[in-house]
């Protein structure tokens, strides 16, 4: 199988909705799930899709509460991929769908979120890379402040200021065997980690979360103190794409996501009959030219 060389067994996109919650921007969109919004031209999750296609992981999963997800996406990837691409059932937590494919995953295994448009393959290499440098068990990549902004001003609003760097959550997170799985523990009650103090001071007690929230630290040594408390290491993976930050969570971060796509897309080569097409008109010019017929 080619593709960019990771190292990962499998990838899991978690694209599940909150138990009882409505998402704004699938229902300003007129869709069912919010990875079905149309982010330039495609299904956002068909992006992280392609992402994933193009890497060497030998299973992809999807973990969603659409049960139809497959033939509604109506994109190109979902046959291109094959017998890589798997559908689960999503569990009511993050916890327990990440854990319902642990027995079928192949590890290294990469987690990340259907809105994650701007995940390269490049960049889930360098995650696993970075992971390998670190010796880490699980890790949870980063993108460092001045990078995401020089992404997109407006692309993330959401930093963590510690005292040596300020980082913005990049929703790719690096299990490297089944063991380090008890860390995806912290993520039981739901998503939005991060922005609930209390589960944050359940997982990784209370000095870890008022350092982490405080920044009271160097990156790397709270990260250290927090995987003694979880008894797994885990670590800060640094990414250089300051983009993987921004994911798709309402209208100015689509906005945002779109423009970005538009900077990076190559430019388009003419097609050989427009090209042939050119070379006549010039040709009838000159002789028009030598007739005396034109200016």
């Known amino acids: 199988m080619s593709g960019q060389k990771t190292g990962l067994g499998s990838i899991l996109i978690l694209a599940g909705r909150r ?17 079905l919004v149309s982010v330039a031209g495609r299904p956002m999750i068909a992006h992280v899709l392609a992402g994933a296609a193009a890497t060497d992981a030998t299973r992809i999963f999807v973990s969603s509460h659409h049960e139809t997800l497959a033939d509604d996406l109506g994109d190109i990837v979902v046959d291109s991929l094959g017998d890589r691409l798997v559908f689960v059932p999503a569990a009511d937590n993050l916890a327990d769908s990440v854990l ?13 979120t259907a809105d994650n448009c701007l995940l390269s393959p490049a960049t889930i290499a360098e995650i696993g890379a970075e992971a390998a440098r670190l010796g880490a068990e699980a890790g949870v990549a980063l993108a460092r402040r001045e990078d995401v902004l020089a992404a997109h001003p407006e692309g993330q609003r ?14 790719a997170y690096w299990i490297g065997h089944p063991g380090a799985l008890k860390a995806a523990e912290a993520f039981r009650g739901g998503g939005q980690f991060v922005k609930k103090p209390v589960r944050v001071m359940q997982a990784f007690g209370l000095v870890n979360l ?39 969570d309402n209208e100015r971060s689509l906005r945002a996501t779109e423009a970005i796509m538009e900077r990076r897309r190559p430019p388009q080569r003419p097609d050989a009959e427009l090209l042939l097409g050119l070379d006549h008109a010039g040709r009838l010019d000159h002789r028009l030219a030598d007739a005396g017929l034109v200016g």
């Open 100 to 112: 319902a494919v642990a027995g079928q995953a192949d590890f290294p295994l990469l987690i990340t």
């Open 158 to 171: 959401r930093f963590y200021e510690f005292s040596d760097v300020a980082v913005s959550n990049c929703n």
């Open 210 to 248: 008022l350092r982490f929230r405080f920044g009271l630290g160097p990156i790397h040594h709270i990260f250290a103190r927090i995987s003694r408390h979880l008894k797994v290491e885990v670590a800060a993976l640094l990414v250089r794409d300051g983009a993987t930050a921004v994911d798709v």
């Open 19 to 35: 138990p009882g919650a409505v998402d704004a921007l699938a229902e300003a969109h007129g869709v069912a799930d919010k990875c």
